[in-house]
């Protein structure tokens, strides 16, 4: 056990296995694929996980990862505080997510009732809580993945940040936090001269910038 936290009738604990044996050393430095397969014959991975308990009685459970950890928002972490604003305290779990620096969320209702509320992945940002209004109810900073590996092979970029807004039980986008005003024509005739001078240009690809 790496970690625990109790409110009210909840609590949530997390697993991790620290120690590698010989054969794990040998299935890091495999292909990603088989080295999950890898992994997945052993089961060395299911001893890390997270179990969230009311009352001293699981209720929920997931087991595979030893990255998962509760989400923080400015100095707490976020297990009994209420993020969204409906008065119901939360869980929130984070677990990391590829090579790019992303990771995933779950967030949890901890109410009367026990429920999952969200479920994001973001890929090269890792889900981030921030209060951009200054209401004490957080924005989620997430990645924009839509052209990750787009138009070629490469990873992660451009993979902008989007805010998202709790708003009628889901995160939705907060267009008025991301709206930028658009460049001016001087600005832009200047970055199209960049380029086009780009040495990048190639018969497999173009400048990043292009994108």
């Not at 119901?88 to 429920?115: H, M, N, V, Y």
């Not at 590996?149 to 939705?172: A, S």
């Not at 460049?183 to 497999?204: F, G, H, M, R, V």
Request: net charge negative.
């Amino acid at each position: 056990m790496v970690n625990s936290q109790k409110f009210g009738d909840y609590e949530v604990i997390l697993y991790a296995r620290h120690e590698e044996n010989f054969l794990e050393k040998i299935y890091n430095k495999l292909p990603s694929r088989l080295s999950d397969f890898c992994y997945k014959i052993s089961d060395t991975k299911g001893w890390g996980g997270m179990e969230i308990t009311k009352t001293g009685h699981r209720i929920y459970w997931q087991y595979g990862s030893d990255n998962l950890w509760i989400a923080e928002f400015g100095s707490n972490s976020v297990a009994g505080l209420d993020v969204t604003g409906d008065g119901i305290p939360k869980i929130a779990i984070t677990d990391q997510l590829g090579r790019q620096g992303g990771g995933s969320l779950q967030l949890f209702a901890c109410g009367e009732k026990f429920q999952q509320i969200a479920n994001i992945e973001s890929w090269g940002h890792f889900p981030e809580f921030k209060d951009l209004e200054g209401d004490g109810i957080p924005e989620l900073i997430v990645s924009d993945n839509a052209f990750y590996h787009w138009p070629v092979c490469m990873d992660g970029k451009p993979m902008p940040d989007v805010i998202l807004r709790w708003k009628n039980g889901k995160y939705i986008p907060a267009a008025d936090l991301m709206f930028k005003s658009a460049p001016a024509i001087n600005e832009l005739a200047t970055l199209a001269n960049e380029i086009k001078a780009s040495p990048d240009w190639n018969a497999e690809s173009v400048p990043e910038a292009l994108w």
